[in-house]
């Protein structure tokens, strides 16, 4: 398994953006799928984002779709949330997750073996 840590999370006014970073410990980073997921107040942990091991290929929630976008820089074992435009209901805490299964679509809580204890964005009207 990997180790993550994400940063960057804070307050912002509707309108604004932050980008969040998850760094991975360990030698086998690029061999990852990495993804983002979310989880407000009284709601389930919920997909935002995934990327594959190459960073080929990417998928979003439609909820976030044209304003957020992941990325990933293997050389530095870090995976990237850049969240544009962001809105009150992009308020959550925020998780990075890593597995090697191969990247698609519809991948859910369950596809991710490895978890980052998460940051808080919180996003003012």
């Known amino acids: 398994q990997v180790q993550l840590v994400e940063s960057g999370g804070g307050l912002v006014q509707a309108g604004g953006s932050l980008r969040l970073s998850c760094a991975a410990s360990?030698?086998?980073?690029?061999?990852?799928?990495m993804g983002w997921f979310r989880q407000a107040p009284g709601k389930e942990r919920e997909f935002v984002a995934t990327?594959?091991?190459?960073?080929?290929?990417?998928y979003y929630a439609d909820s976030v779709k044209g304003r957020f976008t992941i990325s990933r820089d293997n050389a530095k074992n870090t995976v990237y949330l850049q969240m544009n435009s962001l809105k009150p209901e992009d308020t959550a805490v925020y998780y990075c997750?890593?597995?090697?299964?191969?990247?698609?679509?519809?991948?859910?809580?369950?596809?991710?073996?490895?978890w980052g204890q998460g940051t808080q964005v919180t996003v003012s009207s």
């Open positions: 360990g030698r086998t980073f690029s061999s990852y799928t």
């Open positions: 997750a890593a597995d090697r299964q191969v990247v698609r679509a519809t991948m859910t809580l369950a596809d991710f073996g490895s």
């Open positions: 990327i594959s091991w190459s960073g080929g290929r990417t």
